[in-house]
């Protein structure tokens, strides 16, 4: 038995990305792994469902002192390591690019996830002192941690160019998904969620933040001639701003909805629900979406470089992200040929089983077990 420690402040903080990330790698090792401990680490709870399990189950960790508590984000870097030691943690995974230090003078092992540079490959997506606060944690992390995880052959290979880390130090692993998005939808369920937001009976939809890394204004201008209307649901950013000047300059306000606030339950629903789902990201560590669409049963189109063949495999429809035809020469294909969008929705369901939590869950104790 392995007493193992996460760092859980996105498990518990954060509602999307790197928090889905987090819970459903606890999630899918405590399922398939009861044997071991799992100590869930974090600076604070917030006043939820998900925390009160937690503190009830016993398997939380949060700072002792006054002092930690005060300045929880040096107790993350600095305090930490004692708090794992005094708890016989054997080896502690940072989750989201971070592991704190002092580990190996403890004889604590330790393993850190890397989702994206996109920071260095983008900079200028990024304020300056962001980049400089990501690369200062996450080359501490990659040049102390003793094996790294990369959720991609993407992001391998851009820790190896940019941080000039030995291949054979750094493991793929990917990530899966929710369960619910596994689970086949009723008529009556997707109905009841329609009724309830009033949602077109047909819809082409793009989930993800609303940001100019995402793309989501090329797919705007490229459904202008198409008879269906487009769902985008995600977190609002100022980039919203640009594709609402371009909806209203264009008069598309009956074809373009944009909602955020579903549940997962109800976002697997959605993703069912769609004739298409459409995901032109410039780039991406992985690009989760897709594999949720996949599992969803829904046609995808995506980007075709990068990542994102990786994550779509082969009967997914790629293209250009910055040639609006292309991307509307796709949808008129896909929506118009029922035996393509069949082909696409039952290979998609084949291929996305690489992602299943239980090839994962192995891959993730096999990782960890080869280091103690």
């Known amino acids: 038995m392995i007493t193992i420690g996460f760092d859980a402040k996105r498990y518990f903080l954060n509602r999307t990305g790197l928090g889905n990330y987090s819970r459903d790698l606890i999630r899918i090792l405590e399922?398939?792994?009861?044997?071991?401990?799992?100590?869930?680490?974090?600076?604070?709870?917030?006043?939820?469902?998900?925390?009160?399990?937690?503190?009830?189950?016993?398997?939380?960790?949060l700072p002792k002192t006054t002092f930690n508590r005060a300045f929880p984000?040096?107790?993350?870097?600095?305090?930490?390591?004692?708090?794992l030691l005094n708890d016989g943690v054997e080896l502690f995974h940072g989750l989201t690019g971070e592991i704190p230090r002092g580990l190996k003078a403890r004889g604590i092992k330790s393993v850190v996830t890397i989702h994206d540079l996109?920071?260095?490959?983008?900079?200028?997506?990024?304020?300056?002192?962001?980049?400089?606060?990501?690369?200062?944690?996450?080359?501490?992390?990659?040049?102390?941690?003793?094996?790294?995880?990369?959720?991609?052959?993407?992001?391998?290979?851009?820790?190896?160019?940019?941080?000039a880390i030995p291949e054979d130090k750094i493991e793929v692993i990917y990530q899966g998904c929710h369960p619910t998005f596994k689970v086949p939808k009723?008529?009556?369920e997707k109905e009841k969620l329609?009724?309830?937001?009033?949602?077109?009976?047909?819809?082409?939809?793009?989930?993800?933040s609303i940001e100019k890394r995402?793309?989501?204004?090329?797919?705007?201008?490229?459904?202008?001639?198409?008879?269906i209307p487009l769902l985008i649901i995600g977190k609002k950013t100022s980039y919203l701003e640009e594709i609402n000047r371009y909806i209203v300059a264009n008069k598309l306000e009956s074809k373009v909805i944009i909602k955020q606030g579903f549940t997962i339950e109800e976002l697997s629903t959605i993703y069912s629900m769609a004739s298409i789902f459409i995901y032109p990201s410039?780039?991406?560590g992985f690009g989760i979406p897709i594999i949720e669409a996949l599992y969803a049963g829904t046609p995808v189109i995506t980007t075709n470089s990068g990542v994102f063949p990786e994550a779509g495999g082969p009967s997914s429809c790629y293209i250009n992200p910055s040639d609006v035809d292309e991307i509307n020469l796709a949808i008129k294909h896909i929506l118009g040929d029922s035996q393509t969008s069949a082909r696409m929705i039952a290979q998609g369901r084949h291929y996305v089983q690489k992602f299943n939590d239980e090839k994962i869950a192995s891959e993730l104790i096999n990782c960890y077990k080869s280091l103690l």
């Open 282 to 284: 410039i780039f991406e």
């Open 186 to 188: 009723s008529g009556d």
């Open 214 to 227: 995402k793309n989501v204004l090329q797919i705007v201008k490229a459904i202008q001639d198409i008879d």
């Open 31 to 61: 399922q398939y792994y009861p044997q071991h401990t799992y100590l869930k680490y974090t600076p604070r709870l917030d006043n939820n469902d998900l925390s009160k399990k937690a503190l009830i189950e016993e398997k939380i960790r």
């Open 194 to 208: 329609r009724l309830k937001y009033n949602l077109p009976k047909d819809f082409l939809l793009s989930v993800g």
């Open 73 to 83: 984000a040096l107790w993350r870097s600095f305090g930490l390591a004692s708090d």
């Open 118 to 163: 996109i920071f260095l490959r983008y900079p200028e997506l990024y304020k300056p002192i962001d980049r400089s606060i990501y690369n200062k944690k996450f080359q501490l992390a990659v040049n102390h941690a003793d094996k790294i995880i990369a959720i991609s052959e993407q992001t391998k290979s851009d820790i190896i160019d940019y941080y």
